[in-house]
């Protein structure tokens, strides 16, 4: 064989592999935003469905997952209401109980730790001045963060 071709077949070599490398970390990339979309959503999920459950029996679990669920500036508006919704909990004798019907992602940052969730839930409430439970629809926009290895609430909105 020739130089020339030796040289050739080198160099074709040499760009598959950077092709092939190339590809790697972009589908590693595209793995890691995948996850991160969808963890973001199934927090979301969790935290809705906390905060549109709460009993008279178990609002002092209910407000405490809430809490544990949120960040910043949402978790300080979260606790400067606790007293208030266990309260109202209880003396209404409120049993709401709610399920997520749809979830997806709207976005997610380019660093992979802000997101924005659209929620779509159901649920059922009951109160003191119901005879019967009455059914609720609700839509969520979610702001997420990623605080370590979880994501939590930043921000939630109810949207028509």
């Not at 003191?128 to 609700?138: A, E, H, L, M």
């Amino acid at each position: 064989m020739s130089r020339g071709i030796l040289a050739v077949g080198l160099v074709v070599v040499l760009a598959l592999t950077g092709l092939a490398v190339h590809q790697g970390l972009a589908w590693r990339h595209t793995e890691q935003r995948v996850t991160a979309g969808q963890d973001a959503v199934d927090a979301a999920a969790r935290e809705v469905t906390a905060f549109i459950s709460i009993s008279k029996q178990t609002s002092d679990e209910d407000v405490s997952r809430l809490l544990d669920g949120a960040t910043g500036g949402f978790r300080t508006a979260l606790a400067d209401q606790v007293d208030e919704v266990r309260r109202q909990a209880v003396s209404n004798k409120v049993r709401s109980v709610g399920e997520i019907n749809s979830a997806g992602l709207e976005k997610l940052g380019d660093d992979l730790d802000r997101a924005t969730v659209v929620v779509a839930a159901s649920g059922l409430v009951r109160n003191k001045n119901d005879k019967g439970q009455t059914p609720r629809r609700y839509r969520f926009r979610v702001e997420m963060r990623r605080t370590g290895d979880r994501w939590l609430v930043a921000g939630l909105e109810f949207v028509s």
